[in-house]
């Protein structure tokens, strides 16, 4: 267990729906950082919260949208979904901006499906 | 962050060592090597990181070259369970850095 804890671990959901993705980081850590990576592909940075606020965005979809709660735990909304979309979504947390002496720690990811 | 280069694939025999190497020749001087392994389909793992000295712990151990732009990751006695890809990353580690950008990486396969 590696601290960061995600729901759900498996996801199936239709073509233009919306589904939110949650994580809870580690305890302590401020900073939440968001990944997908498709079937065999790389793992592709989505958004970056620290401490409630936005400090980073990468190739986030508009239809995506992110945020991070008071109590520091972040979900992920993905709407009018499409198949493409389907992937592994990670969460990942620090206990700093640029991610402490350590680096992140990961959760284990949801897999999301899209028929 | 500085760009790396790895093999995209090595094979190792199980009880041996394992050698990953990293090149990364564009370095800064301020920028630290970062090793992270992903298990199928699980969240990528820290392993291990270093400036310039030589470092170790439970896991492996990071040989770093005097002039910085190449690295190896040792795992000493591969297991079946090493079996992953080990993504080498270089990046600053102070307040104001940004995301871990993941490259292609190495997958090692652990043979029995």
């Known amino acids: 267990d590696s601290g960061v804890t995600q729901t759900p671990k498996h996801l199936i959901t239709a073509t233009g729906q919306r589904v939110t993705l949650r994580c809870s980081p580690r305890?302590?850590?401020?900073?939440v950082y968001w990944y997908q990576q498709s079937l065999d592909q790389g793992l592709q940075f989505l958004i970056h919260?620290?401490?409630?606020?936005?400090?980073a965005k990468g190739n986030i979809l508009e239809r995506f949208s992110a945020q991070q709660f008071p109590d520091l735990h972040s979900e992920l909304n993905l709407s009018s979904l499409e198949l493409g979309d389907s992937a592994l979504y990670f969460c990942?947390?620090?206990?700093?901006?640029?991610?402490?002496?350590?680096?992140?720690?990961f959760g284990s990811g949801t897999r999301l499906t899209v028929v | 962050d500085a760009k790396t280069t790895q093999p995209p694939s090595m094979d190792c025999a199980e009880g041996r060592a394992a050698n990953l190497p990293c090149n990364h020749s564009?370095?800064?001087?301020?920028?630290?090597v970062y090793w992270y392994r992903q298990i199928h389909s699980q969240g990528p793992q820290y392993i291990i990181h270093?400036?310039?000295n030589n470092e170790t712990n439970e896991m492996a151990s990071l040989i770093i070259t005097e002039d910085r732009k190449s690295s190896t990751l040792i795992l000493p006695h591969a297991t079946l369970r090493d079996t992953a890809v080990y993504y080498c990353?270089?990046?600053?580690?102070?307040?104001?850095?940004?995301?871990?950008?993941f490259g292609s990486g190495t997958q090692l396969t652990v043979l029995p």
């Open positions: 990942a947390s620090s206990e700093a901006v640029g991610g402490g002496p350590y680096g992140y720690t």
């Open positions: 305890s302590g850590d401020l900073s």
């Open positions: 919260y620290y401490n409630g606020e936005e400090r």
């Open positions: 564009t370095i800064s001087g301020n920028e630290y």
């Open positions: 270093g400036l310039k």
């Open positions: 990353i270089v990046r600053v580690a102070t307040s104001s850095a940004r995301q871990l950008t």
